[in-house]
């Protein structure tokens, strides 16, 4: 893709094992990233048959400058969502993006279901399917292990997998990414084990070199220094996005004890300062990334009687603390670890796990469901049940952790409770509680997340208590539409200050050609249209969806929130949107 004028593509399906590759002038009009696969999965998908049938692409995708820039190093995975039935989109870092580059693939898509479990090895010379029965039920740690004992040799590699959640298609399963790196959210870990495919291996062995190196080291340099002397590399590698949770418990948005409460008495204890002076023990980096933002952390844990203890090393960062530790009223900071690791290990997303097993704990202090239903007892800052219960929804050992592992929002339709079951249009909610700019920001957002259009930061910003419902939508929208320019060139939301427009203008120039505001403009509002479009053509519509009354019965950090000021900002959002799909 880098200095031609085609996107290269590789599509491999799995049950005929028919692999095709095709240089495609076409979708440069899309840059790359979510803009490439965005497109690719509207040509793949088949918007009347179901998330997890056969016949449903996943899509992998690199950008134009993939790590030949500092932090631009992620890739976007764009399929049908089993959690929400609609657009699924999930970003994972670590080396995959590198080993794609090294492969020659720009965009990877696989179709189709093999007749046994497989995981795929490639480099860029070479396609196989291997036989994965001997690591199917293998967590994902073993997993990788495992691939990489089988497939020794140089180059520049990447191990994707998934673990037991995915392959019993639990409907919010992860997809692993090197580890320390997941494609989180939205259930791609199932449409992984829908297709019996346990990993992807990918070993990066060609080289390239810049046409336009001079231009391209001058302008290296100065997005290097801008990264390193501002607040992205303070923020980042310091403490890491762990230290967000002491000024949000203090402000009153930290969701906890399933958003009962806004403020957790433990949050100096689990705060990333806290972490940072007694569990941290090193940090690391995606490849082509200078600010080592994955915090990594230890524990002890017993494995045998006699003082026998091993040292568990887990990542951790706010997401994690707040899904798998405030929200379930855990204040040990290992014992957050300890369940992080469980999480990670069985492959399910955190945020959606924690969440889950909110609604769980609190639906069992209700009476709505028993030990009958949860085998353990569940309560708010007891991790032993919640250590079982992970294990029972990654395997889903019964109908009640069958149901829970297909989200909250199916939960509650089945077992009631469903004003506290914590979901925006079926995805678990993120760990902010700040005002209408995360709540409607998450709702009209094209994946549901609060990293579409950053609506919590919206609420955090000076003035928030005084935007009027026409502000507020406008500022969501733009904002929408730049993230989609931003991650069409997969470059990591941590440094959108960094990448402003005139920064986007000078690595395209030296990767491409030159582009204007205007082309950007366009670009933008192409791929926008498009996840409009199949979001459409799935059957979603925001008007439809019901808020859980607790979003508005516990109070925000600019106060108690309105629904009927909710819906304001959300038609008047929608309303925009129906321009772009003219």
């Known amino acids: 893709m880098q200095n031609k004028s085609y996107v290269r593509v590789m599509t491999v399906n799995l049950g005929s094992k028919e692999i095709k590759v095709e240089k495609r002038d076409d979708l440069k009009a899309y840059l790359g990233g979510v803009g490439v696969g965005v497109k690719l999965l509207q040509e793949h998908m088949r918007a009347d048959k179901p998330p997890l049938d056969e016949a449903q692409p996943i899509v992998l995708s690199i950008g134009a400058a993939t790590t030949i820039f500092p932090v631009i190093t992620k890739t976007a995975a764009l399929f049908i969502s089993p959690l929400t039935g609609e657009l699924g989109e999930s970003y994972g870092g670590g080396r995959l993006a590198f080993a794609m580059l090294h492969c020659g693939i720009d965009a990877l898509v696989i179709k189709g279901k093999a007749e046994k479990p497989v995981y795929i090895a490639m480099d860029a010379y070479n396609v196989e399917f291997k036989d994965a029965r001997a690591i199917w039920r293998m967590d994902c740690d073993r997993t990788g292990q495992f691939i990489r004992d089988m497939n020794p040799g140089g180059g520049k590699r990447s191990i994707i ?15 692993s990414v090197d580890t320390y790196r997941h494609f989180g959210r939205l259930g791609l870990g199932a449409v992984f084990g829908s297709k019996n495919l346990k990993a992807i291996h990918i070993a990066g062995n060609i080289s390239m070199r810049s046409q336009k190196f001079g231009q391209y080291f001058k302008v290296y340099r100065e997005v290097f220094d801008k990264v390193c002397k501002t607040e992205v590399m303070a923020k980042y590698h310091d403490a890491g996005t762990s230290i967000n949770i002491d000024p949000l418990n203090k402000a009153g948005a930290l969701p906890t004890r399933n958003l009962q409460q806004t403020s957790f008495e433990h949050g100096g204890e689990i705060s990333g300062e806290s972490f940072a002076d007694n569990n941290l023990v090193r940090k690391i980096a995606c490849v082509g990334c200078p600010v080592g933002c994955i915090h990594i952390g ?12 091993e040292a568990v090393t887990v990542g951790y960062d706010y997401e994690l603390l707040f899904a798998l530790g405030s929200f379930l009223g855990l204040g040990k900071r290992e014992q957050i670890l300890e369940l992080i690791e469980q999480v990670e290990g069985e492959g399910l997303d955190a945020m959606s796990a924690g969440v ?10 209700r009476g709505l469901i028993g030990e009958e239903e949860t085998i353990v007892p569940l309560r708010f800052g007891e991790v032993k049940g919640y250590l079982n219960a992970i294990g029972c929804i990654a395997r889903r050992v019964n109908e009640f952790y069958r149901v829970l592992g297909d989200g909250v929002k199916a939960a509650a339709e089945r077992y009631g409770g469903q004003e506290f079951a914590m979901q925006i249009a079926g995805n678990e909610m993120p760990g902010y509680h700040t005002g209408y700019g995360s709540l409607v920001g998450a709702l009209v957002g094209a994946r ?11 609420d955090q910003g000076k003035n928030a208590e005084g935007l009027l419902p026409e502000e507020m939508a406008d500022k969501l929208f733009r904002e929408e539409l730049e993230r989609c320019l931003l991650n069409t060139l997969v470059i990591c939301l941590f440094s959108r200050k960094v990448y402003d427009r005139e ?6 120039a030296c990767v491409d050609r030159e582009y204007s505001d205007e082309e950007l403009n366009g670009i933008a509002a192409r791929i926008y249209r498009i996840k409009l479009q199949i979001k459409k053509s799935l059957g979603f519509d925001a008007r439809q969806v019901k808020l859980p009354g607790r979003f ?16 304001q900002v959300r038609d008047l959002f ?3 949107n129906e321009k772009v799909l003219q």
């Open 161 to 175: 997998r998934i673990g037991p959640a995915g392959e019993n298609l639990c409907s919010y399963a992860m997809v």
């Open 298 to 309: 230890q524990f002890r844990r017993e494995f045998s009687a006699g003082y026998e203890y």
């Open 356 to 365: 889950c097993l909110g609604w769980a704990t609190e639906a069992f202090e």
């Open 448 to 458: 549901h997340s609060h990293l579409d259009n950053g609506g919590y930061s919206l």
């Open 503 to 508: 920064a986007v203008r000078k690595l395209l």
């Open 552 to 567: 508005f019965a516990t109070p925000s950090m600019n106060g108690l929130l309105r629904e009927d000021m909710a819906r």
């Open 574 to 576: 929608l309303e925009r």
